[in-house]
Antibody, heavy 115, light 106 residues
Framework: QVQLVQSGAEVKKPGASVKVSCKASGYTFTSYDINWVRQATGQGLEWMGW????????GYAQKFQGRVTMTRNTSISTAYMELSSLRSEDTAVYYCASYYYMDVWGKGTTVTVSS | SYELTQPSSVSVSPGQTARITCSGDVLAKKYARWFQQKPGQAPVLVIYKDSERPSGIPERFSGSSSGTTVTLTISGAQVEDEADYYC?????????FGGGTKLTVL
């Protein structure tokens, strides 16, 4: 079945970087954009950016410009989201989402930023 | 930047009709989608292209659009429909989510 499997939880110190992976299966990875969305505890959904897995083209929300990088490895159908210069406010669950209308989501990766 | 505005909460009794609105200038030109999110779970798409329902989503979920406002309607809301609902849309390769609406069914 169509699914996105994300990497496990991460704990990082302020100033560090984190790289979250998202492995697609059950469909042609290069056919649909991958979007990254995060959600802090008790807060709403926040769109971070998108990537076209075929071309590698990306588009980032203004808030994350300069701090986020989205990449992919088409040979293993995996997308990556790297966020740098982490601060406590980046503590959140990070989701990847894809398919026709963003109708397939990963289960989320918890990233905790704490000294 | 684009903004989508939703009420923070809506409350209905089981069997009643729940309506959740989402307003924003971008909605006059772009389609909206609706996501349902239950505690501890990833969001689930319930409406796309303003009013289309993905397979597997109950018929009681419907969507409509008028000008700069889209509406998610749950006809005969069930206790299991209690969740957070988010609208979202896209413009100029940017996506934006509404702030979310907590639907209480009791």
């Amino acid at each position: 079945q169509v699914q996105l499997v994300q990497s496990g939880a991460e704990v990082k110190k302020p100033g560090a970087s984190v790289k979250v992976s998202c492995k697609a299966s059950g469909y042609t990875f290069t056919s649909y954009d991958i979007n990254w969305v995060r959600q802090a505890t008790g807060q709403g959904l926040e769109w971070m950016g998108w990537m076209n897995p075929n071309s590698g083209n990306t588009g980032y929300a203004q808030k994350f410009q300069g701090r986020v990088t989205m990449t992919r490895n088409t040979s293993i159908s995996t997308a990556y989201m790297e966020l740098s210069s982490l601060r406590s406010e980046d503590t959140a669950v990070y989701y990847c989402a894809s398919y026709y209308y963003m109708d397939v989501w990963g289960k989320g990766t918890t990233v905790t930023v704490s000294s | 930047s684009y903004e989508l505005t939703q009420p923070s909460s809506v409350s209905v009794s089981p069997g009643q009709t729940a309506r959740i609105t989402c307003s924003g200038d971008v909605l006059a030109k772009k389609y909206a989608r609706w996501f349902q999110q239950k505690p501890g779970q990833a969001p689930v798409l319930v409406i796309y292209k303003d009013s289309e329902r993905p397979s597997g989503i109950p018929e009681r979920f419907s969507g409509s659009s008028s000008g700069t406002t889209v509406t998610l309607t749950i006809s005969g809301a069930q206790v299991e429909d209690e969740a957070d609902y988010y609208c979202y849309s896209a413009a100029d390769n940017n996506l934006v989510f509404g702030g979310g609406t907590k639907l209480t069914v009791l």
